[in-house]
């Protein structure tokens, strides 16, 4: 027996062959219905139900004058009148493809069958997968158009945005689930870096850093590998003294871009005691791109830091880090026992290794800041030619390196600020002490020199150095070689047990010594 009408008796004596094959006309006669399309099955009775198409009229039950309904008493008929149901929202049948929805239900009249109509579809929680109606027993199979009736009465309860979502529910499959995967063919068909991302600005930088190869003029040709950047579209290369140092005297140079076009190149003036030096492109290429160059005063610690270099030959290597010190004194040898230069570095701990001495150390905006230049390992002290990283490296600050650079690309010679006297190198944590004599017995304090017009003399110790704490003979050098000839300096010293202070105009010493 179909549960369509559950809870409607059939009289006892009516058999089933004797039911009339149309049910009776209601109380109150129906709204009209759209006419059919020609060849498609009338559309149902207003109180016919609508859950499946019927199989067979004998059995399905009819009302009958009088009969009593099994579940509930049924209240005495009301003549002619109508009583309007609660509003539900409106239950549609399945259709088959491209046939109009029936009619829907008009009222019914009062005592009519008891379990009609049907409440309304229960609505699925916000995401959940959307449930099959049940079928009745001995009903036709599943349609994809009941999935679809399904869904589209969810979505007239859950409002615009469910309705979207079923339609494409619908459209993906019966069951209603679907997948959030998207696969790599919906990507974007370009995915481009949001300007100061790491990416973005190694994508600026990388065609203006060049892997420097250098080589010396002995019959060994002994050389190494070392990084720079283009300073101008002249064809000029900044990078470190250490680089070049070995090819300076009857060695060759050549430069290889981030394309792989490689260049000769020729120095134009080094300067030790910065570890600086300036290279130019014997036939350089239109359009070169300089990197432009930052402000190392402003940089803060903490700062993000971007490393670009061929640490161990590997060039366009591109490493991250930030600023983890500012001012640090460093005094550092170009590994072949010349003169040991000295810096007031920026410490990064971005990786550097052999290979990225000369290269630029870039802000998060692509600015250059810095020269790489030293590592300190586990080894001992500073260098260039030791173990690799273990985040300590350091930086020439960029503004120093730019005077260095116009300097040499001006006269080729270096040229240094200098106070004039000879401090003790080996002591440390008392601030610079200035020696009883300089160097081949010279006076310690030179005649007439800044010093001693400052009224400095032997064996004063130097605590102060402008807004900088002087703790030894290399911290003053660092502090003072961040200064230009002419520049004045206020110096604190103490003399006898006592601090006094006096103010040194910087003199100036030209070329390596």
């Known amino acids: 027996m179909s549960t369509e009408n559950e809870g409607t008796a059939v009289p006892a004596d009516q058999s089933a062959s ?138 007239l309860v859950a409002g615009g945005v469910g309705g979207g979502i079923g339609y494409w529910a619908a459209q ?49 040709g002994e050389g190494g590998t070392g990084t720079g950047f283009v300073y101008d579209q002249e064809g000029h290369i900044v990078t470190n003294n250490h680089v070049v140092a070995s090819a300076a005297d009857g060695g060759t140079l050549s430069v290889t871009f981030a394309d792989g076009k490689s260049y000769d190149a020729q120095v134009v003036g080094r300067a030790e005691g910065y570890d600086v030096a300036v290279l130019k492109l014997t036939n350089a290429p239109k359009k070169l791109k300089p990197l432009p160059l930052g402000d190392s005063d402003k940089v803060a610690v903490g700062d993000s830091t971007i490393a670009i270099g061929a640490p161990f030959g590997l060039s366009n290597t591109v490493t991250t880090g930030i600023i983890s010190a500012k001012n640090r004194p460093v005094a550092s040898g170009d590994g072949s026992g010349g003169s040991s230069s000295y810096m007031s570095a920026l410490q990064t701990d971005a990786s550097i290794n052999p290979g990225n001495s000369g290269g630029p150390l870039l802000d998060a905006s692509g600015a250059v800041i810095g020269i790489n230049s030293a590592i300190q390992s586990t080894g001992s002290g500073f260098g260039q030619s030791q173990a690799g990283s273990i985040g300590l490296g350091f930086a020439i600050p960029v503004n120093q390196a730019k005077n260095v650079a116009q ?65 030894s003979g290399r911290t003053l050098i660092s502090e003072i070689w961040t200064h230009k000839p002419g520049d004045q300096v206020k110096i604190t010293y103490e003399r006898d047990g006592k601090t006094e202070t006096a103010t040194v105009t910087l003199g100036e010493r030209t070329g390596d010594s």
Do not use: C
């Open 172 to 220: 993906r499959g019966d069951d209603g689930v679907s997948s959030t995967t998207v696969s790599s063919g919906e990507a974007p068909a370009s995915f481009k870096r949001e300007p100061g991302t790491v990416a973005a600005v190694a994508a600026q930088a990388l065609p203006s850093v060049v892997t420097i190869q250098a080589k010396s003029g002995g019959s060994q």
């Open 407 to 471: 300097q040499l690309i001006k006269t080729g010679k270096p040229v240094y600020p200098v106070i004039g006297a000879t401090v003790n190198m080996n002591e440390k944590g008392d601030g610079a002490t200035i020696a009883s004599q300089g160097s081949g017995g010279t006076p310690a304090v030179t005649p007439s020199g800044p010093a001693a017009k400052a009224g400095l003399k032997s064996g004063d110790v130097i605590t102060g150095f402008g807004d900088h704490q002087i703790d």
């Open 18 to 155: 004797s039911a009339p094959a149309t049910p009776p006309s209601p109380a109150t006669p129906p709204s009209p219905a759209t006419p059919p399309t020609p060849g498609t099955p009338p559309a149902p009775a207003a109180h016919e139900p609508t859950h499946e198409p019927r199989q067979e009229p004998a059995h399905e039950p009819t009302q009958a004058p009088g009969a009593k309904p099994e579940a509930t008493p049924a209240p005495a008929p009301a003549p002619a009148q109508t009583q309007p149901l609660p509003a539900a929202p409106a239950y549609h049948p399945p259709t088959a493809p491209g046939h109009p929805a029936p009619a829907a239900p008009e009222p019914v009249a009062a005592g009519a069958t008891g379990g009609w109509p049907p409440p309304p579809p229960a609505v699925p929680a916000w995401g959940a997968p959307q449930q099959p109606a049940p079928a009745a027993p001995g009903a036709p199979r599943r349609r994809t158009g009941g999935v679809v009736a399904a869904v589209l009465v969810a979505a």
